[in-house]
T-cell receptor
């Protein structure tokens, strides 16, 4: 079945630093979604991408749909303590199938 | 706009007991998903509905799990009998349409099977 890989698995950064994480797949996807999940809560949608090469921002967050359609990237600028959480990517192929999720990147922000 | 509603938030049962989870999607969302999230992993699809029809239940353990969305709005997921390995968070999500849409999640039900 389809699988997504996320890297890094976890990261510790200083407050104010920029963060980059990515998501890769062996299959082509037509939609990429990025989520943040806090403990005890459901994932919250951050950014949605629908076209290869698309670059979309949401405040300090920027995500890109890779041109090969097999990867996506999420950047967070000037990190703050509330950025702590687990970031998931999800992909959907062109047949309208279910969204496949990656295993997540756990972000810790040190003051 | 109200989000995806789920209940209960927490449930503790003993193995071999049965349990049911309820979900009410965002108004107007035709597609409803149930995901299982085991600690430390990403959500894994159990079943996908389009209105009141099943689109994908290939990963649903049908010997013990069942789900329905009789009127095409709210949905119920049941486990009977529960096993220890069913301990997880059960997430409901909805989207406006099946392809190229945005997936919105509820807060989930945390299930502990003792």
């Amino acid at each position: 079945g389809q699988q997504l890989n996320q890297s890094p698995q976890s990261m510790f950064i200083q407050e104010g630093e920029d963060v980059s994480m990515n998501c890769t797949s062996s299959s082509i996807f037509n939609t990429w979604l990025w989520y943040k999940q806090d403990p005890g809560e459901g994932p919250v949608l951050l950014i949605a991408l629908y076209k290869a090469g698309e670059l979309t921002s949401n405040g300090r967050l920027t995500a890109q749909f890779g041109i090969t359609r097999k990867d996506s990237f999420l950047n967070i600028s000037a990190s703050i303590p509330s950025d702590v959480g687990i970031y998931f990517c999800a992909g959907q192929n062109n047949y309208g199938q279910n969204f496949v999720f990656g295993p997540g990147t756990r972000l810790s922000v040190l003051p | 706009e109200a989000g995806v509603a789920q209940s209960p938030r927490y449930k503790i049962i003993e193995k071999r007991q049965s349990v049911a989870f309820w979900c009410n999607p965002i108004s107007g969302h035709a597609t409803l998903y149930w995901y299982q999230q085991i600690l430390g992993q990403g959500p894994k699809l159990l079943i996908q509905f389009q209105n009141n029809g099943v689109v994908d239940d290939s990963q649903l353990p049908k010997d013990r799990f069942s789900a329905e969305r009789l009127k095409g709005v709210d949905s119920t997921l049941k486990i009977q009998p529960a096993k220890l390995e069913d301990s997880a968070v059960y997430l409901c999500a909805s989207s406006l349409r099946q392809g190229g849409g945005k997936l919105f999640f509820g807060s989930g039900t945390q299930l502990s099977v003792l």
